[in-house]
Every structure is written in structure tokens, then in C-alpha cells.
């Protein structure tokens, strides 16, 4: 093992610090046993409890859940269809200009997203509730999806879909059972960002959710502007344990992956 | 390298007026934009061959094969297969299955599954699909490896398996696209021969796309040779080496002395060639289309032009000249003489004794002489 050198070390000390100080402090203070957040009293589970009876919470919680899984699912669909045509389609009219319109979103500033979304349901006369919160997360997730599918879809060797072609697949059946599982990474991937980007979206649901449908980060934002309650604390520590396992697990899984494909492609050669 | 054992009766449709071709090409052009990737070509192929499209990259022979994959559509003319028009036939409809350069393999699928993949896409009823499978894994010696994804197998094997893919469907045209590109020098040589068997076990017809005149030259009862999207020449590989039609075919097939000057037409087929002040001419064959007085090209082979010591009198052409470079290549070597006007002839001798004494050397002043049917003089 190289030795860090003290310029290495401060270096990686520091941004280490800036990035993960600030978590580290919420997730102690979580374990906190006074009302107080700035104050230690000893170490307690309490807060934690409370928070598992707090109905409000939950059902925040349970809304963020449904409105991620199904607006992630739509996005991936859309995205998925959009990448596909945009990268296969072949030169047609117009072509560039609809590359551009589905990356547009991705640096349209959200409170304009928002309010945009707000004005056309109350012009379509659309009641906001979660349906509403769910199509306008499928809006602008969809486009993180269809530009992480088309990269895929770029790098990817076109005569296995031409072999299905070939072999006597409609082109719907080659998407199906060759392209789509070679893709699928690439489309899980796109699903889990979506997911994620719906689950911390605070404020385009806040244009979208009307009074019938909060979600978490609504919530959270409210609570917090009359004070930080340890709740908060010990809600926010379990999403950073959710999301820290399944970062960890993600990469253990494709990392396994890549040494197995390379000790069979090893073996392949030697048996050759 | 042809088998050296003969069928009984020499295979050759393309010379019999009352067989129908299998596939016909009838004025196809194919455009990409401004750039003309096909110009106008007439061709026709015959069941059971094996037919060559050999030229250099860009000559349009990928294209052309596209368009009998059904990748790409003429842009004029037609193509019809076994009589009917494949205009707008997608190709999933079509009894032609492609093995592609890069293989294609579909990754995610065994090897079982990705020969079996035409078959379930196909009307073959499902109990009969592994009995193929295994027949296909057979022919071409994978059946240890059925179980295994692709990335698991050699790049020989992987060949094999897509060549196994390919035929599953039993088409009636295989389509190869330098099928053996991938492979290094040695495992290519065999695999070419392997080719030929399964070929004529199989009875398929077989076109190969490829840039390697040894190899068409090798596997095919027929080569078109191809150049700027234009069928130049298509003959048996024999005829394309001994007979070129045109200067650029006797250059792009195997090694070529070429002297230009003008020609004489003579009695017997033969014509002379007058290519410097004062040298005598030179006396050959004559190509097609030779016009007397016109400009024209000497071609010979190296293998026939003779080196000795001593002038010959028993040939009509005889030039001097001095060794300029040997390339000793084993089997072969090749003697590089500087002639009259300084132009290289390259005449070449089997080494087929191991002891002997090297006769020339560098600058020794020899006498290169071949007979009057040993060249041709091209137009052109």
C-alpha cells in the first residue's frame, strides 16, 4: 500500500469532512435523547419510536413511495421508447430538434417546471391529489431516463438486432428478446434515478400535490420551518441507511459480475 | 488449394443454358445520398454454389450483400430469389440467414439458445427444434459447449456458433460476411476447408463476402471480383487467376508482372507487344477486347516467367536483366531483375530440393524467358 503523502491526506481529509460532517452530526443527533437539537442529553432510541407513531409521517412516507414507484415505472417506458427512437430511428425530419426538446427539461430550472405543470392542470380543470404529483414526476424524470438508455443504446453492436431481424423477428420481437435485455441495465439504471429523483423532489411536487396528497419532503419541509424536531433526525438517518444499502449492494452485485465475466472469458481461451 | 479429389461430374451450372439461377441481380443500383454505393449490376447465382464477392473495402460487396439480406433496398432494378421479386420483403421473411462479421451473438442466450433462436421463430413444430439443434451442434462440433453463454467460448468457437445459427433455419441462402476476418492465420486455413465441407454437406447455396483472394480463391466455385460498385469479373477461381479480363483483375488477384506498350494482333489468338526502343517484342495471348495498335498490357505471372544462367533458344520471348533483390520465402523464392529501361520483372522458382546450392545471387546477370501462351496482353 502507497503511503499518503500529508498534502494527500489534508486533501482527503477535508473533502471527505465537507461531504459527509454535516450527515454525520444529523445521524448522532438522531440518537438524541432531549427535545432540544442542540443540546446532548444522552443517548436514546426515542425519537425514533415516535416517529413509527406519528400517522402524519407515515402516510407522507407511504405517498412518496407509490407516487416514486409508479411515476420511475412510466418515466422508464416513455424514456426507454424515446431513447430508442432517437438513437435508432435513422435520420428523420426533425430529428435533432426532438434530441434537443427531450434534454431541454434537464436544465429547465424547476420552479418553472412546476408552476408550468400547476397552470395546465388548473387549466384542464385537474384536481391535485397524487395522480397529478405522479405525472409531473413522469415528465421530467423521463428524460433522465432516455438520456442514460440512449447512451447505452449507442455503444451497442446493431447486428445482433439485425440478427434477430434475420433470424425471423417482427422488430417488435427483436426489441423484446434481444435489444431490451441488452439494454436492461442501462434501463434499471434509468428507473432507479428516476425513483430517486422522485423521492427527493420537493419542489415540483409542491406545485403539483394538493391538499389531499403530501409527500416526505413536503412534509419534512413543512415541519421544519416551525422548528427542527429530533423526528426529522431520526427519519432522515433511516433514508441515508436505505439509500447508503442499496448503493453498496448495487456495486457489490455488478462488481461480481464483471470478475466472473472475466474469469470466463479466461477460461475460454485456455480451453481454446 | 482445391480438393484433391473431384466429384465425378464437374460442378457447373453457370455454363448449363436450362438451369435457372437461384438469384438474379437485374440492373440494381444502390444510392446513399450522392455517393453511388452499386453501380448498375447484373449477376446471377446458382443453387449450391459457393460465390465469392472479392474487392478491396468500400467496392460496394457488403452492400451488396445487404441487399440480399434484405438490410437494404435497390434504389433501381431488381433481385429476385428462386424467381420471386424480393422488393419489399422484410427479412424476417426471407429464407436467407446471414452470418455476421462481428458474429452477432446474442450474449444473454447460451450457445444452445442462440442456435435455436431462428428455429422458435419459425413454424417448426417445438419437439423437433432441440432434435436440430443437436444436429447443428454436430456439424459443427459445439456440442460440449451447448450450456455456455458466448463470452464463455474461444473466438473459434464462436465462430462455429454463429455459423450453426445461421444454418439452423436450413435457408435456402447463407450469407457470409468475412466470416473468418476474426480468426488468426492458421485456425483460418482450417476453418476455410470446414466451411467447404459443411458447405456441400448442407447443399446450401453460400455467398461470402471478403477482401482475401486466397480465401474466395480457396472456398468458392465462383468469384465476382468487385471494384467502385461494379462487377469487373466473374469467373472460376482458375479462370479469374489465368485469364483476367483486365489489367485491374490480374493486379488484384495473387502477384503480376505488368509492362505496358502497344499491341499487334497476330494469327492464333496470339498478339505481340512492342514496350521499349530497341527490346524485342513480346508474344502472348491475346485478351478480349484487344485493339490493334492500340495501348495495351503485358501480364505474366512470376511462376512462369524462367530464370537461367545461360539464354534459352527454345522460347520467343527472352529478355536480359540483373538480379536486383531475392525474397527467400522457403517454399519459394522470388528474384527480384532489373530489365533493359530499368522496369522489375519478378520471376519465381520453387525451392523443391533442400541441399542445393542457391544458383543466383545479387547482381548476377541472368536470362528471364516464358513461352508465348504464358502471358496475356490486355487492353487498356
New interface residues.
Given amino acids: 500500500m502507497r503511503r499518503f503523502s500529508w498534502f494527500n491526506a489534508t486533501a482527503l481529509t477535508l473533502g471527505f469532512a465537507f461531504l459527509y460532517v454535516p450527515m454525520l452530526i444529523l445521524i448522532v443527533y438522531s440518537f438524541n435523547e432531549s427535545r432540544l437539537v442542540t443540546v446532548w442529553a444522552g443517548f436514546s432510541t426515542r425519537w425514533y419510536g415516535e416517529l413509527f407513531q406519528d400517522q402524519a409521517f407515515l402516510d407522507a412516507a407511504w405517498v412518496t413511495l407509490r407516487v416514486a414507484f409508479v411515476s420511475s415505472t412510466l418515466a422508464t417506458v416513455l424514456g426507454t421508447m424515446a431513447a430508442y427512437v432517437l438513437v435508432r430511428g435513422g435520420k428523420f425530419l426533425g430529428r435533432t430538434l426532438f434530441s434537443g426538446m427531450i434534454y431541454a427539461p434537464l436544465v429547465m430550472p424547476e420552479v418553472i417546471t412546476g408552476l408550468s405543470l400547476l397552470l395546465l392542470f388548473i387549466s384542464i380543470g385537474l384536481d391535485r391529489g397524487i395522480f397529478t404529483i405522479i405525472l409531473a414526476h413522469t415528465t421530467f424524470s423521463m428524460c433522465y431516463v432516455s438520456v442514460v438508455v440512449s447512451s447505452r443504446l449507442v455503444g451497442f453492436?446493431r447486428?445482433?438486432e439485425?440478427?434477430?431481424?434475420?433470424?425471423?423477428?417482427?422488430p417488435f420481437?427483436a426489441f423484446r428478446?434481444?435489444t431490451l435485455?441488452?439494454i436492461a441495465p442501462a434501463v434499471i439504471a434509468g428507473w432507479l434515478l428516476a425513483f430517486t429523483l422522485s423521492l427527493d423532489d420537493l419542489v415540483i411536487a409542491s406545485f403539483t400535490a394538493g391538499p389531499s396528497a403530501t409527500t416526505l419532503p413536503i412534509k419534512i419541509f413543512s415541519s421544519v420551518r416551525l422548528g427542527v424536531s429530533p423526528e426529522i433526525n431520526a427519519l432522515s438517518t433511516i433514508l441515508i441507511l436505505l439509500v447508503t444499502i442499496g448503493v453498496i449492494s448495487a456495486s457489490l452485485v455488478s462488481k461480481r459480475r464483471i470478475v466472473q465475466?472475466k474469469r470466463?472469458?479466461q477460461?475460454?481461451?485456455q480451453?481454446? | 488449394m482445391k480438393p484433391a479429389v473431384k466429384p465425378a461430374a464437374v460442378f457447373a451450372p453457370w455454363e448449363d443454358e436450362n438451369e435457372t439461377p437461384l438469384i438474379r441481380f437485374d440492373g440494381v443500383t444502390k444510392r446513399f445520398g450522392d455517393f453511388t454505393a452499386i453501380d448498375n449490376v447484373d449477376l446471377s447465382i446458382h443453387r449450391k454454389e459457393f460465390y465469392a464477392l472479392l474487392g478491396p473495402s468500400g467496392c460496394g460487396k457488403t452492400t451488396l450483400m445487404r441487399m440480399l439480406?434484405?438490410?437494404e433496398a435497390p434504389s433501381e432494378g431488381t433481385i429476385t430469389i428462386g424467381g420471386q421479386d424480393m422488393k419489399g420483403i422484410?427479412?424476417?421473411r426471407r429464407e436467407?440467414?446471414?452470418m455476421?462479421?462481428?458474429y452477432?451473438?446474442?450474449?444473454?442466450l447460451s450457445v444452445w439458445d442462440n442456435i435455436a433462436?431462428?428455429l422458435r421463430?419459425?413454424d417448426m413444430p417445438k419437439d423437433q427444434i432441440g432434435e436440430r439443434v443437436k444436429e447443428m451442434l454436430r456439424l459443427t462440433r459445439l456440442e460440449q459447449f451447448a450450456r455456455?453463454?458466448p463470452?464463455?467460448?474461444?473466438?473459434?468457437?464462436r465462430q462455429r456458433v454463429a455459423l450453426a445459427?445461421?444454418l439452423a433455419?436450413a435457408p435456402k441462402l447463407l450469407l457470409l460476411d468475412e466470416p473468418l476476418g476474426a480468426l488468426d492465420a492458421k485456425l483460418r486455413q482450417d476453418t476455410q476447408f470446414e466451411l467447404m465441407d459443411i458447405q456441400e454437406k448442407t447443399e446450401t447455396t453460400f455467398v461470402i463476402v471478403t477482401h482475401d483472394q486466397e480465401e474466395a480463391m480457396t472456398v468458392a466455385s465462383r468469384v465476382a471480383v468487385m471494384d467502385n460498385g461494379k462487377v469487373i469479373q466473374v469467373d472460376t477461381p482458375p479462370r479469374i487467376y489465368e485469364n483476367p479480363k483486365s489489367v485491374y483483375v490480374a493486379d488484384f488477384i495473387g502477384d503480376v508482372n505488368l509492362i505496358e506498350g502497344r499491341a499487334t494482333l497476330k494469327d492464333a489468338g496470339l498478339a505481340s507487344l512492342t514496350w521499349a526502343e530497341g527490346a524485342p517484342e513480346i508474344i502472348a495471348t491475346a485478351g478480349e477486347g484487344l485493339v490493334n495498335g492500340a495501348k495495351a498490357t503485358f501480364a505474366v505471372r512470376p511462376e512462369k516467367v524462367a530464370i537461367s544462367a545461360e539464354r534459352p533458344d527454345d522460347r520467343n520471348n527472352v529478355v536480359h536483366g540483373r538480379i536486383h533483390d531475392i525474397a527467400y520465402l522457403g517454399n519459394l523464392s522470388t528474384y527480384h531483375v532489373e530489365i533493359a529501361g530499368g522496369q522489375i520483372i519478378k520471376a519465381q522458382t520453387a525451392n523443391n530440393r533442400r541441399l542445393s546450392r542457391r544458383s543466383f545471387t545479387w547482381e548476377d546477370e541472368v536470362w528471364l524467358s516464358w513461352t508465348d501462351t504464358a502471358g496475356l496482353v490486355l487492353a487498356g
Wanted: proline content about 7%; glycine content about 8%.
Fill in positions: 453492436d447486428s445482433v439485425e440478427a434477430a431481424l434475420d433470424l425471423g423477428c417482427t420481437d428478446s434481444v435485455p441488452l465475466q470466463d472469458e477460461m475460454a481461451e480451453a481454446a | 439480406a434484405g438490410f422484410p427479412p424476417n436467407v440467414n446471414m455476421f462479421q462481428s452477432a451473438l446474442f450474449p444473454h433462436f431462428g421463430r419459425s455456455r453463454k463470452h464463455q467460448i474461444s473466438g473459434g468457437q445459427r445461421a433455419k
